[in-house]
């Protein structure tokens, strides 16, 4: 948790923008005369059957039938927080070949280009056609190639483009054959809402698409992937096809599964109450809400998590933890009045966990000795306390992505994959009652709709979504996400509309994110799956002292009510009704005492504590 300072903020998208427009400028050129045999090799380039062979990010295209430039339809395309709004398609090509691609367009900061051709990509754009304008450019394929990813884009924040009559002549590739149908089709372990399915690579396959009873469900470039909001109890069948530029094969052998009984989670799953307080108790430091001795912690509490575990360094991993010093904190209890209460807490079917970062604990496990020295050290803290588990709370600089890790689903980044590794490994060493929390910030994981890493251009924050891989690999081990809806800037939700803190409508947007998952970045190839209801708490200060973005009891209301209830929902409609929706946490059990316990009791309120 922060303590003190600002939330941080994306920046350096304008210099992307102009370095884009500087490189893109002067790559239109006039076209060649195409020799006989050259043909157009654009499928459905006049866009007269729909989006046919043509993939958009983020549900950004759709056909129209005005204005138009030739024929009766045109592309429409809308770009929305960081999608461009970019339309493609592949086409088979010949190896050490001239092509001329074109199309008419109709918008400002219009882009037409190739990628993938083996020597010099090209575009080619407009900044402002107000009716409809001619793009062309021409490329040569290398020694190798034989396909190309043509495409339409326009610009962040801009309106919608048009596109219509798009052609590249040039000589045709040689056929391109249906891929093999995918074998090796397995389930893994179900949870009470979801089933991981993962398969063997196809020949020739670029895509995957997964069908639960016959119905496609869900598409993916990768050999695995997960299906969510299912019924609990429920046998389910699920198959895969392969898909290229020639068309899909036949579906797999099927395979069943079973999801599991509400309630019991997945891999995760801990014996907490159905809904659960979380709090921060700050039994390391002091600061304006004084300190509350363990003992004096209310029954309320579900969880404590002590703040904070700090390493010796950011990048030593050697983390250490003691109580706050008498000096400091002159009503602090002794090491074993603390270890003592700690137990009585458990007796009484609490948990309580070690958390490690905060805003002044910067982590970075960059080596693998960091990693293992993390591992040895938190474990040693666990021993020697009896805690229950482990509450991730990296802020500021702990996590970022390397330039290049652009994938959420196979993470490339250093500290990302030793963090991955480090918490696997405690899960591994401690059994299935092992109690893992995270607590990121909205900037680390919600951001990630629009924002992930440093872009495809660079010149982003790199740590916009740098959560997303660890919540995303740890969902079958993690008890409880709670992101903080404070301290936080405003955020695009899935109404693509930016939602700000302080109200319900603010958690209301965030917490249906984690809930029903979204694209990252806006590719949709690259689906976040959603939480599980019972992996979901909602993070909040415990009063206006605690940090920015306070919320009152009655917003707090509000907000549980539409999302477990879907009434006082306001302007914004979630995607479901989530009744296993976990619970609160907050920051902090010293702020809400000195705040008189408004927010647990709130709680109390609401769930009949």
């Known amino acids: 948790m922060e303590r003190t300072g600002p939330p941080a903020r994306i920046t350096g998208l304008l210099a992307a923008f102009t370095a884009a427009l500087l490189a893109a400028g002067g790559l239109a050129a006039s076209a060649p005369s195409a020799a006989a045999a050259d043909a157009d090799l654009a499928r459905n380039g006049t866009f ?66 190739a990628d993938g051709t083996g020597t010099t990509d090209v575009s080619t754009w407009t900044q402002s056609a107000g009716s409809w304008k001619q793009l062309t450019t021409t490329f040569r394929t290398g020694a190798s190639t034989t396909s190309v990813s043509v495409y339409t884009h326009g610009w962040y924040g801009t309106p919608a483009y048009y596109a219509d009559d798009l052609t590249l002549i040039g000589p045709g590739g040689d056929p391109v054959a249906l891929p093999a149908v995918p074998a090796g089709l397995k389930a893994g372990t179900a949870t009470a809402s979801s089933v991981p399915l993962s398969w063997t690579a196809a020949t020739g396959a670029t895509g995957y698409n997964v069908y639960q009873g016959g119905a496609k469900v869900l598409s993916t470039t990768g050999t695995s992937a997960t299906v969510t909001g299912l019924a609990a109890s429920t046998a389910y069948s699920f198959q895969v096809t392969a898909t290229n530029a020639a068309g ?3 579906k797999s052998a099927a395979v069943p599964a079973t999801t599991k009984t509400a309630g019991s989670g997945g891999g995760g799953s801990t014996d907490l ?77 609490k948990k309580v966990l070690i958390s490690i970062g905060g805003q002044n604990g910067q982590v970075q496990l960059a080596t693998t000795a960091a990693r293992d020295t993390f591992v040895s050290s938190v474990s040693k803290i666990i021993d020697e306390y009896g805690l229950d588990g482990l509450d991730i709370d990296f802020e500021g600089h702990s996590l970022s992505l390397n330039t290049g890790d652009t994938d959420f689903r196979s993470p490339t980044t250093p500290v ?50 740098a959560y997303l891989p660890v919540i995303h690999a740890l969902r079958d081990d993690l008890t409880l996400l709670h992101v903080q809806d404070y301290n936080s800037g405003s955020i695009m939700g899935l109404d693509n509309q930016y939602h700000s803190m302080g109200g319900a409508d603010f958690h209301i947007a965030m917490t249906d994110m984690l809930l029903t998952g979204f694209p990252v970045a806006g590719d949709q190839t690259k689906v976040f799956p959603g939480l599980r209801p019972d992996q979901v708490s909602i993070g909040l200060p415990a009063s206006t002292q605690a940090g920015n973005g306070h919320t009152s009891p009655a917003e707090v209301t509000k907000a549980l009510n539409c999302l477990t209830k879907k009434t006082d929902c306001g302007s914004y409609a979630t995607h479901g009704t989530w009744s296993g929706l976990r619970g609160l946490m907050t920051w902090s059990i010293n702020w809400d005492r000195f705040n008189n316990w408004e927010f647990s009791k709130n709680f109390d309120a609401y769930f009949g504590g």
């Open 48 to 113: 007269e059957a729909g989006l046919d062979g043509w993939s958009c990010t983020g549900g950004s295209g759709a056909v129209v039938s005005t204005p138009v430039h030739g024929g009766t339809s045109a592309l429409k395309a809308t770009p929305a927080g960081s999608d461009n709004a970019k339309c493609s398609q592949t086409v088979t090509v010949k190896p050490n070949s001239t092509y001329t691609l074109s199309a008419w367009v109709q918008g400002s900061y219009v882009y037409l280009g």
């Open 273 to 349: 109450p159905a809904h659960a307080l979380v709090g921060y108790l700050h039994s390391s430091f002091a600061n304006g809400s004084g300190y509350t001795r363990m003992a004096d912690v209310p029954d309320s509490w579900d969880v404590i998590d002590l703040a904070f575990g700090e390493p010796t360094s950011v990048t030593s991993g050697d983390i250490r933890f003691s109580l706050c010093p008498v000096a400091e904190c002159p009503n602090v209890e002794s090491a074993a009045e603390f270890k003592a209460a700690i137990k009585a807490k458990q007796a009484a079917g």
């Open 248 to 250: 899909e094969s036949a």
């Open 416 to 465: 990302v994959v030793n963090l991955i590794s480090a918490v696997k490994t405690l899960k591994a060493k401690y059994g299935e009652k092992f109690v893992l929390t995270m607590a990121p910030e909205t900037f680390f994981v919600q951001l990630g709709y629009q924002y992930y890493g440093s872009g495809p251009w660079g010149g982003q924050d790199p740590r916009a979504g």
